[in-house]
């Protein structure tokens, strides 16, 4: 008898953890994209991966908005820049400086992007598993963004998640469906650099922390 | 002169590619486990690894609460109970005699469980990114999240995420530091079982939809 495809459980070996890890590890928020555009098929498996994350009952409720247009993508640079013009008036002194000096978005560049949405008001999934915890719904999408993420680094391309945005203006400048709420919008491309250190790192902004001071246990 | 170790990017061959994909196919949310330990030091490395997940402005907001005692893990058992017993008496039906047969939750066997928690008051990052978009800082937990789920599939160790709980109830149980909010609840352990179709396919609860209808374009 043939064995059924579905329970032929695979094992990964050592030398697969070891490139995860390393995938984890140079996984990176890029920000400086070459302008050259992706292989279309590329952008759709990264689609199709993303849809295999998991989510709230098997809800789904990830939806994709490519920005095509250069209407629609001019509208999204120029709120980005407004927004991030705002974020900075928060800064004194140092920091003023250095939020200034930060690069923060590839929209410039990044060949690819893509405004990622909740549909709040799927039927999917038949509210299992969001009753006491609605934000699950949203969580699931950000799974799927974060499954996009590390399939494309494998690929040697980078994603930048841009979040200096307003998110009921998105959906107004993207005319987005009733019931999508903005998630996240992303900028895909081929990077310009890459580093193990996160960019934020690099530039003083935020160093990391030993993660055992946020470990505890009851 | 030696190559800075920060700067050599790592190239990830096709085999990798593929197998991260089957990863991605692989990667289930478990409620079966077996009640053998795991090493520690294997759930150690799963929160090094959680650790370098994306956050907004890098602000590691993850936090984490090793179930240990009996009693924390008695409590959030019968928490959980109570909140499914409640979640089934909203269906009507032919869907509550499925929900009352699919198994939600691994606490009664999973050896290890972690509950996560979001800091909202984390002051590291200095706010960056939030301004617009203050759920970014859960967000940033989530990936924590699915970077820890997906790493464990990798060495065969299987992960549930039970979300039928209450959120103030759980800091109660849990005395939760201030400010921690809380965001998932993992079972973790050997599998005692594995396929490659979610759980709520197989028993009929929700089918997968084609991810091409959850694609537009601006």
């Known amino acids: 008898m043939m064995p059924d495809i579905d329970t032929i459980r695979p094992g990964f070996d050592l030398t697969f953890q070891d490139d995860f890890d390393t ?3 140079w996984r990176r928020d890029v920000r400086r994209f070459k302008t050259e555009p992706l292989p279309t098929n590329l952008v759709d498996d990264l689609l199709e991966l993303a ?3 998991p989510s709230v009952g098997n809800s789904q409720p990830w939806r994709f908005v490519k920005i095509t247009s250069a209407h629609a993508r001019k509208s999204m640079r120029d709120h980005f820049q407004v ?6 008036e928060d800064y004194h002194g140092e920091k003023t400086k250095q939020y200034a000096q930060l690069k923060l978005s590839g929209m410039d560049q990044a060949p690819t992007q893509i405004a990622v949405f909740c549909d709040q008001t799927t039927q999917l ?5 969001k009753k006491t915890k609605p934000e ?3 969580y699931s999408v950000v799974m799927a963004v974060h499954t996009l993420w590390l399939a494309a680094r494998a690929r040697g391309v980078g994603v930048g998640w841009v979040s200096i945005l307003d998110p009921r203006q998105v959906e107004t400048i993207l005319s987005a469906p009733q019931g999508w709420s903005f998630v996240a919008y992303l900028c895909i491309g081929w990077p310009e650099e890459e580093h193990q250190d996160p960019e934020l790192v690099r530039h003083g902004w935020q160093k990391r922390v030993d993660i055992q001071k946020f470990i505890i246990e009851r």
């Open 51 to 53: 849809a295999l994350a």
């Open 136 to 138: 699950t719904l949203g």
């Open 125 to 129: 999934g038949h509210g299992l598993g």
């Open 23 to 25: 995938l984890s590890k």
């Open 83 to 88: 927004c991030n013009q705002d974020a900075l």
